[in-house]
C-alpha cells in the first residue's frame, strides 16, 4: 500500500512540469483577473477605469502643464477624458523599440512615474493605468495633440486595431482617451453621473485653479458641472461644513515644502460633536490614514495645550486630549511627494516617515502663530476642546454608573432581547424591531437557533445631536449596546461583536423611514465598522398582500403588484383580486412575517453600505441636524429613492 502511495506521488511529480506553467502575454493577466487591478468588476470597478484616466491629466496639473480637463459619458455609457496638458510622448520608446503612445497603453508598469524623470509626483494605480482601462475596454481610441500635429491610435480589448497614425496639423496640445467598458468584463455597464461629479468635485478642490467640466450626454439625463475652485481645500473644509455651524469665519490654511515635498492643510470648527479629517496623498484619498494624519494630530494637540498653559486658560496637568481637540473639527491634509510609499494596492494609507516630521513642523510652526495673531479664535477653539473634555469625563462616570446599575462586564442581557441559541457571530443575525406587536410575530416567527430580537420602543435619541454621556444613560440606546457587545466610539471592538447580521425592521412609512435614519446615525457616529464591514442590513417588509380565491401573494411596490395582480388574472381578466396594503409589521401574523421578512430563503435585505464616507457625512447631517431648510430640500429630492438608502 505505502509503495503504492509513493508511486502516485513520483507519478504526480512528473506530470507537474514547465508545460502546466501559464504564461500570461501582455494584458491577458489583466482580463483574467480584472479583479487584482481595478478592485472589483462590480460599480466601483467600472468607475475606477474613469478614474485612471483622469489620474493621468491630473499627473500633467500636478507638473503644472493642464489646467483644464474634461470628462464626459457619451450615449452608450462611452467614456471620454480630454486635457490640455502636453500630450503622451510618440515618439520611440527605447527599451521596446515602439511608440511610447503604444506602450503606456499596452504595457504593463509602463508610464512616466518610474524614476524617468516625466513626474516628481503622481498618483495612479502604481502607473498601470491607461493599459488596464484598455485591458478591460470593449474598445479604446486615443487622440494626441503634440509638437504641431495630432496622431491617434485605436485598440479592442486591449489589441492594436488601428496602429498609430498622424492625423492632421494642429496648434493644440492634449490627449483625448475615449473608450466602451467591456460587458464581459463587468457586472453592469452603465454609468453613475453623481459617483463620478463626486470624485471629480474632489480633484478640483485638490488641485486649485484646475478646471474640470464633467458632463453627461445620455439622452434624458443630460447635466453638466463645471467645477473649479480657486481656494483649493479651503473650499473643501467650506463645503465639508456646508450644512453645520462654524465657530469662526476663517478658515484656517497652513502649508510648507521640503525638497520636492509640499503639504498643505485647511481647518474650520463647527458646533458639532463629531471629527471630520479627510487626507489625500497626490490626490488620492487615504482614508486609513498614515503619516501625514499623524504628523497633524500630533502637532495639533501639542499647539492647543502649550497655547492653554502660556495664557493660564488650563490650569496644572488638565490637558486636553487629541479626541478633545478635533471633536467638531473639520480638516483637509493633502500632500503631495515624489515616491509616495502606500500600504497595500489600494493605497489606503501613507507610509512615508518623513512626511509626519514635515506636516508636524508646518502645524507646530504656524498654527502657533495663527492662534497669536487670532486670540479670539484661540480661545474658541480651546474652549471647544475644554468642553469636550469635561464632556468625556461626564461620559467616562455615566458608562461607569450604567455598568454598576446594570452589570455590563458581567454580560447580563438586555430585557428586550431575545436571543439566538448558536454563539459563532458569523453565524448570528439580530433583528431590531420597532413596537412590542411586531416583536411579538418576530419573536414567534423566528428561527430560535442563529435569529435574535431586541425590540425597540418610542422614538430614539438623535446622536447627531447629543454627546456620548447622553448616550450611554439612554433607556433606548443602551440595550442595543449591550446586546451588540462590542462597545461604542474609541471602545468600539468588532471582534466581540456578537452578530455579524444586524437587520433593521421598521413599517415602510414615515415613522420607520425615520426610526431607521435614527438608527443609521447612531452607527454611522459610533459604530462606523459595522457598515464599513457590511454588517448592516435593511429588511424589506411587502407593501401589498393580494388574494384570488385560495391563492395569496405579497408585492414589496406599487409596479410589483399590478404585476402579480395580472398574473393572479391571466386565466379571467375579469376575477376579483383582493388588494390589502399592510399597515404595518405589527399586523402581520408570525407565519406571515417569516414567510416575508425573516426566511434567509425568501426575504430580500438591502446591505448598508459606506460607498463615500465624507457624502455620508453631509447627508447625516443634513437629515439629523438643526437646520430644517436644507433637509426639505434632500427629502423633496430623494425621496423616491429612499427605499434604496445607500449611505
Given amino acids: ?74 450615449d452608450g455609457d462611452v467614456i471620454r477624458v480630454s486635457d490640455n496638458g502636453r500630450g503622451i510622448p510618440v515618439d520611440v520608446q527605447e527599451q521596446t523599440g515602439k511608440s511610447a503612445l503604444e506602450v503606456v497603453f499596452t504595457v504593463l508598469h509602463a508610464g512616466g512615474k518610474f524614476g524617468g524623470g516625466g513626474y516628481k509626483v503622481s498618483g495612479g494605480l502604481h502607473g498601470v493605468g491607461a493599459s488596464v482601462v484598455n485591458a478591460l475596454s470593449e474598445w479604446l481610441e486615443v487622440e494626441v495633440q503634440r509638437e504641431g500635429k495630432r496622431y491617434g491610435m485605436k485598440f479592442s480589448r486591449g489589441e492594436i486595431v488601428e496602429p498609430i497614425r498622424v492625423l492632421g496639423e494642429t496648434h493644440r496640445h492634449g490627449t483625448t482617451v475615449r473608450f466602451k467598458p467591456d460587458p464581459e468584463m463587468f457586472d453592469d455597464v452603465v454609468y453613475d453621473y453623481d459617483i463620478l461629479h463626486t470624485r471629480m468635485r474632489e480633484q478640483a478642490f485638490l488641485n486649485a485653479g484646475l478646471a474640470i467640466d464633467i458632463r453627461d450626454e445620455r439622452p434624458g439625463q443630460e447635466q453638466r458641472d463645471i467645477l473649479c475652485y480657486e481656494g483649493g481645500i479651503r473650499e473643501f473644509v467650506r463645503y465639508l461644513n456646508k450644512h453645520k455651524a462654524p465657530l469662526h469665519e476663517d478658515v484656517i490654511y497652513l502649508s510648507g515644502t521640503k525638497g520636492d515635498a509640499i503639504a498643505e492643510l485647511a481647518l474650520q470648527y463647527n458646533d458639532g460633536y463629531n471629527e471630520t479629517l479627510v487626507s489625500f496623498a497626490n490626490d488620492i484619498h487615504t482614508p486609513e490614514g498614515g503619516m501625514h494624519e499623524t504628523g497633524f494630530k500630533t502637532a495639533l494637540t501639542r499647539v492647543i495645550n502649550a497655547y492653554g498653559q502660556k495664557y493660564n486658560l488650563i490650569k496644572g496637568d488638565d490637558k486636553v486630549s487629541g479626541e478633545d481637540v478635533r471633536e467638531g ?38 498654527l502657533a502663530v495663527y492662534l497669536e495673531e487670532h486670540p479670539q479664535t484661540a480661545k474658541i477653539i480651546l474652549e471647544k476642546a475644554m468642553m469636550a473634555n469635561r464632556a468625556r469625563e461626564a461620559a467616562r462616570k455615566a458608562k461607569e454608573s450604567v455598568r454598576r446599575k446594570t452589570g455590563l462586564e458581567s454580560g447580563q442581557m438586555p430585557d428586550k432581547l431575545q436571543d439566538c441559541n448558536e454563539r459563532d457571530p458569523s453565524l448570528c443575525e439580530i433583528y431590531i424591531v420597532e413596537g412590542d406587536s411586531a416583536a411579538g410575530s418576530a419573536i414567534q416567527g423566528r428561527d430560535s437557533r442563529f435569529q435574535a430580537i431586541l425590540a425597540m420602543w418610542g422614538k430614539m435619541l438623535n446622536v447627531e445631536k447629543a454627546r456620548a454621556d447622553k448616550i450611554y444613560g439612554n433607556d433606548k440606546l443602551y440595550p442595543l449596546i449591550v446586546a451588540l457587545g462590542a462597545g461604542i466610539g474609541d471602545e468600539f471592538n468588532i471582534e466581540k461583536l456578537r452578530y455579524h447580521k444586524i437587520i433593521i425592521m421598521a413599517d415602510a412609512d414615515v415613522d420607520g423611514s425615520h426610526i431607521r435614519t435614527l438608527l443609521l446615525t447612531f452607527f454611522f457616529r459610533y459604530m462606523r465598522p459595522l457598515i464599513e464591514k457590511g454588517y448592516v442590513y435593511s429588511a424589506v417588509p411587502p407593501l401589498y398582500k393580494l388574494t384570488r380565491g385560495k391563492t395569496q401573494k405579497v408585492a414589496y411596490s406599487d409596479e410589483q403588484r399590478d404585476k402579480i395582480s395580472q398574473e393572479l388574472r391571466a386565466d379571467n381578466p375579469n376575477a376579483k383580486v383582493d388588494i390589502s396594503r399592510f399597515k404595518g409589521l405589527g399586523e402581520m401574523d408570525p407565519h406571515e412575517l417569516w414567510e416575508t421578512t425573516m426566511d434567509p430563503n425568501t426575504r430580500s435585505l438591502r446591505r448598508i453600505t459606506l460607498n463615500d464616507a465624507i457624502e455620508a457625512d453631509q447627508i447625516f447631517t443634513v437629515l439629523m441636524g438643526e437646520d430644517v431648510e436644507p433637509r426639505r430640500e434632500w427629502i423633496e429630492k430623494n425621496a423616491k429613492y429612499v427605499v434604496n438608502l445607500d449611505i
Fill in 329 to 366: 473639527i473639520a480638516a483637509v491634509i493633502s500632500v503631495k511627494l515624489p515616491e509616495a510609499q502606500f500600504e497595500g494596492q489600494t493605497k489606503q494609507k501613507l507610509g512615508n516617515a518623513y512626511i509626519r516630521d514635515l506636516v508636524n513642523s508646518i502645524v507646530g510652526d504656524q
Fill in 1 to 74: 500500500m505505502a509503495d503504492n502511495i509513493e508511486l502516485d506521488k513520483a507519478k504526480a511529480a512528473q506530470e507537474y512540469d514547465a508545460s502546466q506553467i501559464q504564461v500570461l502575454e501582455g494584458l491577458e493577466a489583466v482580463r483574467k483577473r480584472p479583479g487584482m487591478y481595478i478592485g472589483s468588476t462590480s460599480s466601483s470597478g467600472l468607475h475606477h477605469l474613469v478614474y485612471e484616466i483622469v489620474d493621468n491629466a491630473i499627473d500633467e496639473a500636478l507638473a503644472g502643464f493642464c489646467t483644464a480637463i474634461e470628462v464626459v459619458i457619451e
